[in-house]
């Protein structure tokens, strides 16, 4: 018996993946409340761990080590995952502003953004210096660094660290036992590494005991950093492309390479500007339960949040306590039950990793070095870590409708696809359509009898009306974006036949849940579909809807094109080159993402290059002659490849190695992770005359993989395909690729490694 749907009633937003968040995200993958529709807005996919951050600066931790997944974590959780930034607040009509996204709706908000370093009050700051927060940015230009010590080993590199608290030194000692290594490797002096640390106070690490300040300023001075002490920084000036003057109040001016700003923390403008009520450096102020104190549906944590009452420093084992506190309250407040409070500790244990594999700890008045606290230190960290990979798949969240029996078996482990992966495949639609009887009218040229991209019509002797339609259940849980895929993906039949898009109507299957909620749902959804539409002057004219278990959308397209112009599959002739617009692998990386097996940024990358149109692409193939042309959708390439094939009675040669893939889609299918429509796409295997030679090969099975909004292939004369190429990559179509030839008539394919 299949389970009833449970109807959405709540929306409860979080704002930012901080460590709060993050801990809240799993506790509720653990525990979901039935009906609340759950979304994490963050301007990231990887969220950095603060603990272990200052290693992976040292070099001892890698990426993955330091940062936590957000996306894999927000699928977890069965959270909607905007990738976007949070610049305001609509608190009259409860809608979240965002940098790209339409206003979002919510009943109950939650803010986890962390704090940056401030930089508005000092000259040239904000323009010449590198904060350390948001670290994303700050990580980009400590690699840049990385690199260019490592490729230019023999010059001086001057660094400026502004800011002596423990953020500052354990940045400084770090940088300097990741540099000195590279120069070390490289056989050039130490001394090539000046490192400048700035602090306006009388010691390092205020709010520490003096014994640990003492204890890393010797530290810091037996290394040969300089340190400035009762020294503030009043303004810095670019001298030169790489070059920049460091100005003190004292009359010291320093020239260095690079700044890095680390002094205390701040609040973003908009969070004030917005109407919440914040102490006067523009912390959010909450009470005990995490809740605003002017409006009791708004919840914050972590350093962008102040305990009314409570001060206490901005350090990320605040964040971590946070987090199982805060997730209890805000079900609690949707629950309607009283809220519990929470109370920081006076008292913290912090540990300082010293750039060499030692720590010093510090708690109270207390302070020790030894090389067992860095120990310690990695398992806790590692241990915090862990609890967010190899996340259980039994909490997925699927229904037992979605374990099927498929060939008369009871497939527990059978996961359907989404996105044109769903679609069936192509034998059981060419097997059933050869069972019907239908009539067709003289002025369709192009139906059911003789299929293509898109259905055409004879309007008049000028004129052809070019018709498609495509549906497929959500691929992505942002639903302004999944609105923006499905567009590109629909409208691509068109643009594959040369087409002008003039119309479209929407299919749209909605979730069962309030008004308000299926209307934000809704709203979402046709603005990110709007948004490809407008661009590329296509109308809006209709459309229906429905409600079901899952969200759903399609179009149903119109566009024309006169009889000289249209491009069909059918046209390939010997000699042709085959150019391919767009990467494969969106079927395996999908399929991985359902189980927890795809990073973040394999998906951010394969979203990326399912936003691209191919109006463009369809321009510069007809501009360079194409012969024929097809979209590569849910088939896979090789189906669409065959359909060509067929159509213009010739065999091709492929050349594996040049046919773009996805980043991820190889690892992927190394661990045997498929899209369902995947074992149907495989029987066009058949057809290749050396599969044998290549059947073990990862990225031959990416062959049959399913797209989604995918790229067009087209047979273009060998004349015109290195131009045709360059072209396609200079208007931003940057994995085109030549990646076979069209060959005499003998229908196989033979698939060349190099």
């Not at 923390?265 to 995490?290: C, D, H, M, Q, R």
């Not at 087209?714 to 131009?723: G, L, M, S, T």
Request: charged share 15%; hydrophobic share 40%; aromatic share 8%.
């Amino acid at each position: 018996m299949l389970s009833k749907p449970i109807p959405l009633t709540h929306n409860l937003v979080l704002i930012g993946g901080g460590h709060s968040h993050a801990i809240l995200l799993k506790r509720w993958g653990m525990n979901p409340i039935p009906g609340v529709c759950l979304t994490l807005i963050s301007d990231t996919s990887h969220t950095p761990y603060s603990g272990m951050l200052p290693g992976h600066v040292a070099g001892f931790y890698t990426f993955e080590e330091t940062h936590i997944d957000l996306r894999r974590l927000a699928r977890f959780s069965q959270a909607q995952f905007y990738l976007d930034q949070a610049i305001g607040l609509n608190l009259d009509n409860k809608q979240v502003i965002c940098k790209n996204h339409p206003p979002i709706s919510f009943d109950y908000l939650s803010i986890d953004i962390g704090s940056t370093p401030n930089t508005n009050t000092i000259p040239g700051a904000s323009q010449y210096s590198i904060s350390a927060k948001p670290v994303p940015q700050f990580l980009a230009a400590w690699n840049q660094l990385i690199e260019t010590v490592e490729n230019n080993s023999k010059n001086i590199y001057k660094i400026t660290i502004v800011g002596g608290g423990a953020g500052g030194v354990e940045l400084a000692l770090n940088m300097q036992t990741h540099l000195q290594a590279i120069l070390e490797k490289a056989q050039q002096p130490l001394s090539n590494l000046i490192i400048h640390i700035f602090h306006q106070g009388q010691t390092l690490l205020t709010g520490h005991n003096s014994w640990v300040s003492s204890k890393l300023e010797h530290i810091l001075s037996t290394r040969g950093i300089n340190i400035h002490l009762n020294t503030k920084v009043s303004k810095l000036e670019k001298i030169s492309e790489n070059s920049y003057q460091v100005f003190c109040e004292s009359g010291l001016n320093v020239s260095c390479d690079i700044v890095f700003w680390v002094t205390q923390a701040s609040a973003p403008e908009w969070i004030k500007a917005s109407g919440l009520t914040t102490n006067k450096k523009g912390f959010i102020l909450v009470n005990n339960y995490l809740q605003s104190v002017c409006h009791s549906h708004i919840f914050a944590a972590g350093d962008i949040a102040t305990i009314e009452h409570y001060m206490r420093p901005k350090a990320g084992v605040f964040a971590v306590r946070q987090g199982k506190p805060l997730f209890e309250n805000l079900q609690r407040i949707i629950l309607g039950k009283s809220l519990k409070a929470y109370y920081p500790q006076n008292y913290y244990l912090s540990l300082i990793g010293t750039g060499n594999k030692k720590a010093i700890a510090s708690w109270g008045y207390l302070g020790l070095e030894a090389a067992f606290l860095w120990k310690w230190k990695d398992y806790i960290d590692r241990k915090f870590m862990n609890q967010f990979k190899n996340l259980p798949v039994m909490s997925s969240g699927l229904n037992s409708s979605q374990k099927i029996q498929l060939n008369g078996k009871n497939n527990q482990d059978f996961l359907p696809c989404t996105g044109c992966a769903s679609k069936v495949g192509s034998q059981i639609l060419e097997r059933t359509l050869n069972r019907l009887n239908f009539i067709e009218n003289p002025e369709v040229i192009i139906g059911l009898k003789f299929p293509d991209d898109g259905a055409v019509i004879k309007l008049n002797s000028e004129k052809l009306l070019v018709q498609t339609i495509d549906f497929f259940p959500n691929l992505v849980s942002d639903p302004f974006i999944f609105g923006q895929i499905t567009a590109n993906h629909c409208l691509s039949d068109l643009w594959a036949m040369g087409a002008t898009t003039h119309s479209v109507l929407a299919l749209v299957t909605l979730p069962y849940g309030d008004d308000k909620i299926v209307e934000e749902i809704l709203y979402q959804l046709l603005q990110g579909c709007l948004k490809v539409l407008n661009n590329d002057q296509v109308s809006l004219i209709g459309g229906h809807t429905l409600q079901g278990s899952d969200l759903g959308f399609g179009l149903s397209c119109n566009g024309f094109i006169s009889p000289e112009n249209l491009l069909r599959k059918s046209g390939m002739k010997p000699g042709d080159l085959l150019i391919l617009t767009k990467a494969i692998g969106t079927g395996t990386l999908f399929a991985a993402d359902m189980v927890y097996k795809a990073k973040g940024n394999w998906i951010d990358n394969a979203i990326e290059s399912m936003l691209i149109s191919n109006q463009k692409a369809s321009e510069i193939l007809l501009e360079f002659g194409a012969t024929a042309c097809t979209d590569i959708t849910g088939f896979g390439l090789l189906g669409h490849l065959l359909e060509m094939m067929k159509a213009s009675q010739v065999s091709v040669k492929l050349d594996l190695d040049n046919i773009p893939v996805l980043l991820g889609s190889i690892d992927t299918v190394k661990q045997g992770i498929f899209s369902s429509l995947h074992s149907q796409n495989l029987a066009v295997a058949t057809y290749i005359s050396n599969r044998q030679k290549v059947l073990n090969l990862p990225k031959y099975s990416l062959l049959f993989d399913p797209q989604t909004s995918g790229g067009l292939l087209a047979a273009i004369p060998q004349k015109n395909a290195e131009k045709c190429l360059r072209k396609l990559i200079d208007l931003g179509y940057n994995q085109s690729s030549i990646m076979g030839e069209v060959l005499e008539k003998n229908y196989e394919i033979k698939v060349i490694v190099k």
